[in-house]
């Protein structure tokens, strides 16, 4: 949790070298502390200095900037329009609900970032702005998936966690617009010892932080806070608040403990008998220890950092941290959604494209895209007329999230059916309860004997689920080739109406039955081979479960045909396989 003071502090060291710093994500809904913070922020920075809100959906020609359609027009030659991101240059820029940031957008920023300039290279226009910014991200999200892109955050030095913090508290200003002003002249003049740097290296690789920038970032604050302190010499307490403002809310490991050290016995702890024959040790240089002090002093100040810095962690993440996998993925209760689709007419708008003479013109692009001709067309300065060839004709794109369907295709021949079918009902059942939520649709075929069958159409009812898979018996052969067929057609419809089907096959491979209904294993076999080519040409997504009590090559050969990701549960429970197809459906939907 932030404290005020830290939050106070940082807003400080923010305001010393936004640019250098990169800036601050501010995590917590609408809250009293995070609208103090901006204001301070606000008022420790340049008077002169811009301070901008962009949301999170802003578009592309407007975050980087375009052609200026007016003034083209007015001149008949092409003129640049700054950005969002240039119109903020030497100042801050505010993103609102940065949890739901796009990735490209999030790569322009981070490019800012980075480069300190912006590059504009569109409708005939190639010039470069400055933008030197810091950026602060209001990080609004709820939820364990609901972040701002890492590659963000690795570019901030500060990660500010309001949610625990009183609403009343208040943030009492450490320093003054004059204490920043007279920091900012001092910084170019702040230099430190190399020991404190790799005490602060040392120390992020203690507590799991392994990206280059961020040691970078820790190293330019403890500089802004010798800055702010009216020094020009980096001294341990800055690296200790460096660790604590930009390393701790990083930490993924808890750092190892040391084994104490051992007492010595008592026979051990005795001096050696006194020799009086010997003669006395020699002084000379020989003698001395040839181990210079140095290790052990550094080893000293990096032990002091990292428990500066370990103690400001609080202790129920510590403890979390003992017994969590840092590297865990997304939980399995992580939503699914299908895959992005382009459509002419419905759905998000995502920029425009050359005309196709089934989509809606969009009139502003089609004059940016013929206003930087017009001199080349005999357009002059008096004409009033705009010359549009068909060529610079622009259709709005819009784009649309496609429903998913999954369909389970079951193995129901053997004496072992009933124990597969009852995981594949309670993973259907699962499923649904999930898909109900998001609008999902659930089918189920089931084979045996010489064909398969479709034992439950694309569905979103739970309730019909549970009556199809009730009374559903076992027995006899295993037509696999006329599954996997009855699979593919039931997915190509599904992607004709635009949805992303998803196939998941729970069977052992051993197929016995043609596709005529006629016995003969290597021939069926073929025939499945055959049936899964296919499903890979379709471009469905599958997922292969081998349900034999051992796994069996004849399973991994289909799995490798289809390219379906095998997973080998001989005792596969039904939360189990409801996991492992929630992950595949992610898998296929990014």
Request: with cysteine; charged share 25%; proline share 7%.
């Amino acid at each position: 949790m932030t404290t005020p003071s830290d939050a106070a502090l940082a807003a400080a060291l923010f305001a010393v070298d936004p640019a250098a710093l990169g800036g601050a994500s501010l995590r917590s809904p609408v809250h009293p502390v995070r609208d103090q913070w901006l204001e301070l922020l606000k008022r420790l920075s340049p008077a002169d200095a811009p301070f901008r809100r962009m949301p999170c959906n802003v578009a592309d020609d407007r975050l980087l900037g375009d052609l200026d359609l007016a003034a083209t027009l007015r001149c008949n030659r092409p003129v640049a329009e700054r950005g969002v991101l240039a119109a903020a240059d030497g100042g801050m820029l505010v993103v609102a609900m940065a949890e739901r940031l796009t990735a490209v957008t999030a790569s322009h920023l981070a490019r800012t970032l980075d480069l300190g300039e912006v590059v504009v290279p569109r409708s005939g226009v190639l010039v470069a702005h400055a933008a030197r910014i810091g950026i602060v991200l209001l990080d609004e999200g709820t939820a364990d998936d609901e972040r701002v892109p890492a590659a963000l955050l690795d570019r901030l030095a500060f990660l500010l966690d309001f949610n625990a913090m009183p609403p009343r508290s208040v943030l009492t200003p450490l320093h003054d617009r004059a204490d920043i002003d007279a920091a900012r002249q001092r910084l170019p003049d702040v230099s430190g010892d190399a020991s404190l740097l790799t005490a602060l290296c040392a120390t992020a690789l203690a507590l799991g932080v392994d990206s280059p920038r961020i040691y970078s970032l820790a190293w330019r604050t403890a500089r802004a806070a010798a800055a702010l302190d009216e020094r020009t010499e980096v001294s341990q307490d800055d690296a200790i608040l460096a660790g604590r403002l930009v390393l701790a809310p990083r930490a993924t490991l808890a750092p190892a403990e040391e084994p104490a050290a051992e007492s010595p016995s008592p026979e051990e702890s005795a001096p050696p008998p006194r020799d009086e024959t010997r003669s006395p040790p020699q002084t000379s240089k020989e003698s001395e220890p040839t181990t210079s002090p140095q290790p052990t002093a550094q080893r000293d100040l990096e032990h002091g950092v990292l428990a500066a810095t370990q103690a400001s962690i609080p202790a129920g993440l510590l403890a979390r941290l003992r017994n969590e996998n840092p590297s865990r993925m997304r939980g399995a209760n992580a939503g699914r959604v299908g895959a992005f689709r382009k459509t002419a007419k419905r759905g998000r708008p995502c920029g425009a494209g050359p005309s196709t003479g089934r989509g809606r013109l969009h009139v502003v692009e089609t004059l940016r895209a013929a206003a930087p001709w017009q001199r080349l067309r005999g357009r002059c300065a008096e004409d009033r007329r705009i010359r549009i060839a068909r060529s610079d004709l622009r259709e709005q794109r819009y784009k649309e999230r496609s429903a998913t369907l999954t369909i389970f295709a079951v193995d129901a021949s053997g004496s072992s059916a009933l124990n597969r079918l009852a995981e594949a009902k309670g993973a259907v059942e699962l499923i649904l309860a999930d898909c109900y939520i998001r609008r999902d649709q659930v089918a189920v075929i089931a084979f045996r004997g010489r064909s398969a069958e479709l034992l439950l159409p694309p569905t979103r009812s739970l309730v019909r689920a549970k009556r199809s898979l009730a009374g559903l018996p076992g027995g006899g052969g295993t037509p696999l080739a006329a599954a996997i067929d009855a699979a593919a057609v039931l997915a190509k419809q599904s992607q004709r109406r635009s949805e992303t089907p998803t196939l998941v096959l729970l069977t052992d491979g051993r197929a016995n039955v043609t596709r005529s209904g006629a016995g003969g294993r290597e021939r069926a076999h073929g025939e499945a081979l055959s049936a899964a080519r296919a499903i890979t040409r379709a471009g469905i997504a599958a997922l292969f479960i081998d349900t034999s009590p051992q796994p069996n090559a004849l399973a991994r050969d289909l799995a490798a045909a289809m390219r379906a990701q095998y997973v080998a549960l001989p005792y596969a429970s039904a939360e189990r396989v409801s996991g492992i197809v929630r992950a595949a459906a992610l898998l296929a939907g990014e």
